[in-house]
């Protein structure tokens, strides 16, 4: 019963998803069942966010008992989720501070807090490209060197300063690059993974929806 | 029983009920010459052909396999090291890093990892290593505890299980990078597995990783990350290595069915993309193109 | 001014040199972090205009927008995160430069519930100020709404069903910009600035189902993927990163933080290039590098 009422559930789902895409949505009611579904996966997805907080909760509060190593830090997490929660969650007519809306607290929080750390730890792979590179980028072989000029070309044609170097080697060198690298080799890897990887994932999802594959339940 | 992958009745009830269902509903037109009101999208024949197709040759060779016909499947690199890799970390006493990917449960990427993720739960229940698996969504939370505990409990080891072991660390992308990043860095594990969907934290995780001197196999569907990993890990699975890595850490022949099955449409989309291009170059394509118009 | 400017980038090239030389003695990758810094820092406080060159595809996205009859509808999308504004904001902004430099009414929205709805808010607002815009007759902001591939669909449909009411409230039939726009059929173009996968639903559910022309600015990591889908058409032209931002504004006569951020770009470009050969040459001499052994 634990396993096979799982297995049905999965089967009926894809099955009617799958179903309904071949269905027209404004003559029939199947075709109309696929955005209803969608909705219900949003709204059931909405309760589960419960589950992340008591989670995080849970872990961290254990720590600020336990004043283990670095419990502060776990503390600032246990306030910074309070502090972004509550105040969005009273409603607005009681204080223009309240919800979500422009000059809110949360909205003050997101905007000079989260957004610029989000920010700089995005701006940190800047950093962590060019020690990347200089540790990887190694011509240990013939496949490495080419991947090495290739890498090279075209950072050199991506930035001004590289093209107008490439520009003085051979007046047509970038448009080649666009031609031959981008256009041509790359597009053509590029769509034999994406067909690759289209493939596994419908291969995967068909061996999911027939109860093949249940390791994501755990057997 | 009709639902188990032994009798594999269910696989044909589905295959029956396509190829019934659609064309007899394809006639239940309010007008047959008006297909703006009809029920049935006869502008998508093509691509339930191709769905049927697909769906006949999965199952023909998950058939065989099961009859037991030996199935080749090739050297995947850093699947082989998985269990060495664990290993490293028992002999080490430092804990093994698993995050399965940054998407939803409903991605079939974060499905991937996950199905990894019970395999090398129940290696970490062997050897009795420590295991942390950071999530950003707490569906994937719910799935990822359901996995970690049952490979516990088939290891006999019920008893060394604790719900902690996965964990919500935050919904934000940088807010977790940033915590798993930490964890790193404090904890210095000596395994750290990447396998599911990642986008621009690749590289800040995988570079920590590396200057906190773990082993790092990662395994993603996502072309454009796909470079950093391999730049920064030991081991990288692409695309559709991650989808395979279930059927070939198991080796149930049911999945190596489905992998073969499945390789074989690859060539069949190759002959077709052959003819295509001959097709074009004699300038008489026009009917070949239009069996693939999208819709 | 001229020798000044030698002056300071050969002191620049000898800093990068000496930072790198620090960095292969002591093996500590944070000289490799001061250098990126350094690099990053100085052309904003000695700065210097770089001439930029159009490539195909900014040409081509530009040719499309300046093709649209002036007063078309087109809906700008801001689906992108805090977390790449420097890459993304710039797009933005040069794309309502030239949609409200053609009297075009402008639709924004965004999926991306994190700061999409705030930063579509503040962005439109701002150029609206600068061209004399009013909100409700020459632009309208729809917001965010949870479920992309519903909303994507939905609107193919009906815009009013997925958005009764516009970001702050107002019903849309109240709006007179709203007044004759149903669905996708009423908007001439479709212009996403994403910085995640949602550029492919934008494809596969907008474009190839209801044919509406897709142009789009993706981050640089992002780019390489989209050369298939606009060689296949179904992208109408691309920008890439920054640079492609930086076309784009040199197109409409507006450079702007694009252009700024450029000089910043190549330096560090030049700077990785010129690591990853000075690593490559002291491996190649060495014993190692030799023996055709792996580091």
Request: hydrophobic share 50%; aromatic share 12%.
């Amino acid at each position: 019963m634990k396993t096979t009422v799982p297995v049905i559930a999965a089967f009926l789902s894809g099955f009617v998803m799958l179903l309904a895409f071949f269905f027209n949505p404004e003559t029939s009611f199947l075709g109309r069942l696929e955005p209803e579904v969608l909705s219900w996966v949003t709204i059931v997805g909405g309760f589960t966010l419960l589950l992340g907080v008591v989670s995080i909760i849970r872990v961290n509060y254990s720590s600020v008992k336990r004043k283990s190593s670095g419990w502060g830090y776990k503390l600032a997490t246990l306030v910074s989720i309070f502090a972004m929660a509550i105040p969005a969650i009273f409603p607005v007519r009681w204080s223009s501070l309240f919800g979500t809306g422009t000059g809110s607290i949360y909205d003050w929080l997101f905007n000079y807090i989260d957004s610029p750390m989000m920010s700089t730890m995005f701006a940190m792979l800047a950093f962590y490209i060019a020690s990347a590179a200089f540790r990887a980028f190694r011509a240990r072989n013939a496949e490495a060197t080419l991947l090495l000029i290739t890498a090279t070309l075209v950072m050199l044609w991506r930035v001004p300063m590289g093209e107008a170097l490439l520009q003085g080697i051979h007046g047509n060198l970038p448009n080649l690059i666009n031609t031959y690298i981008m256009n041509g080799a790359n597009m053509a890897v590029q769509r034999g993974i994406i067909i690759g990887a289209a493939l596994g994932a419908a291969a995967m999802s068909l061996r999911i929806m027939l109860g093949i594959e249940r390791t994501y339940m755990g057997k | 029983m009709a639902f188990s992958t032994g009798s594999g009745r269910l696989p044909f009830i589905f295959l029956i009920l396509i190829i019934l269902i659609m064309p007899v509903l394809s006639f239940a037109q309010a007008d047959s010459g008006d297909t703006a009101n009809s029920y049935f999208r006869i502008e998508r024949i093509n691509a339930l052909v191709a769905m049927i197709l697909f769906s006949v040759v999965i199952l023909i060779y998950t058939r065989w396999a099961k009859a037991g016909k030996d199935l080749f499947i090739r050297k995947i690199n850093g699947l082989d090291e998985v269990e060495e890799a664990v290993g490293r970390a028992t002999e080490m006493g430092k804990p093994v890093l698993f995050v399965p990917g940054l998407q939803e449960i409903d991605e079939i990427e974060t499905i991937a990892g996950i199905s990894i993720l019970g395999r090398v739960a129940r290696i970490t229940a062997r050897y009795e290593t420590p295991l942390l698996v950071p999530v950003r969504y707490p569906m994937v939370l719910a799935a990822g505890q359901e996995v970690v505990q049952q490979a516990y409990i088939e290891e006999g080891k019920a008893d060394s299980y604790n719900k902690d072991i996965v964990r919500y660390v935050a919904g934000e992308q940088f807010a977790f990078t940033a915590t798993v990043n930490g964890f790193m860095m404090r904890e210095r594990p000596a395994t750290n597995i990447y396998m599911g969907a990642f986008f621009a934290e690749s590289l800040l995780l995988a570079e920590t990783g590396n200057a906190a001197g773990s082993i790092q196999i990662a395994g993603t569907a996502q072309p454009a990350q796909l470079p950093f990993f391999i730049a920064a890990c030991d081991y990288t699975l692409m695309g559709e290595e991650l989808y395979a890595a279930s059927a070939y850490l198991s080796r149930e022949p049911l999945l190596l069915g489905g992998l073969k099955g499945q390789d074989w449409m690859k060539v069949l989309i190759i002959i077709l993309i052959l003819l295509g291009i001959i097709l074009v170059s004699a300038e008489v394509s026009d009917w070949y193109l239009s069996m693939f118009e999208s819709v | 001014m001229t020798i000044l400017l030698v002056f300071a980038y050969i002191l620049l090239i000898l800093i990068g040199a000496f930072l790198l030389y620090m960095a292969f003695k002591t093996d500590d990758r944070r000289y490799i972090y001061a250098a990126v810094a350094f690099y990053v820092i100085f052309p904003v406080i000695v700065t210097l205009k770089l001439p930029i060159t159009t490539s195909p595809e900014v040409k081509q996205l530009y040719d499309a927008v300046e093709a649209l009859p002036d007063s078309s509808t087109v809906m700008l999308t801001f689906d992108y995160y805090p977390s790449t504004l420097a890459e993304t904001e710039p797009m933005s902004h040069a794309a309502l430069h030239h949609l409200f430099r053609k009297d075009c009414k402008v639709i924004t929205m965004t999926t991306i519930p994190l700061g999409g709805p705030s930063i579509a808010e503040r962005v439109t607002r701002k150029l609206a100020e600068e061209y004399n815009k009013v909100y409700g007759i020459d632009f309208v902001n729809l917001g965010y709404k949870a479920n992309y591939v519903a909303v994507l669909k939905g609107m193919g449909t009906s815009i009013e069903t997925i958005y009764p009411t516009d970001n702050s409230g107002t019903r849309l039939s109240e709006i007179p910009m709203m007044e004759n726009i149903e669905n996708y059929s009423d908007i001439d173009f479709i212009f996403v600035v994403a910085d995640n996968s949602i550029v492919d639903y934008w494809i596969s559910i907008v474009n190839a189902q209801y044919n509406n022309p897709v142009g789009t600015g993706v981050t640089a990591v992002m780019a390489p993927r989209y050369f298939a889908y606009i060689s296949s058409g179904q992208m109408t032209g691309m920008l890439g990163g920054m640079k492609g931002a930086a076309e784009y504004e040199t197109l409409l006569n507006k450079p702007a933080a694009a252009n700024m951020g450029m000089t910043s770009q190549s330096l560090v470009h030049l700077f990785i290039i010129f690591s990853v050969i000075a690593g490559n040459i002291i491996f190649l001499t060495s014993k190692k590098g030799r023996d055709g052994k792996r580091t």
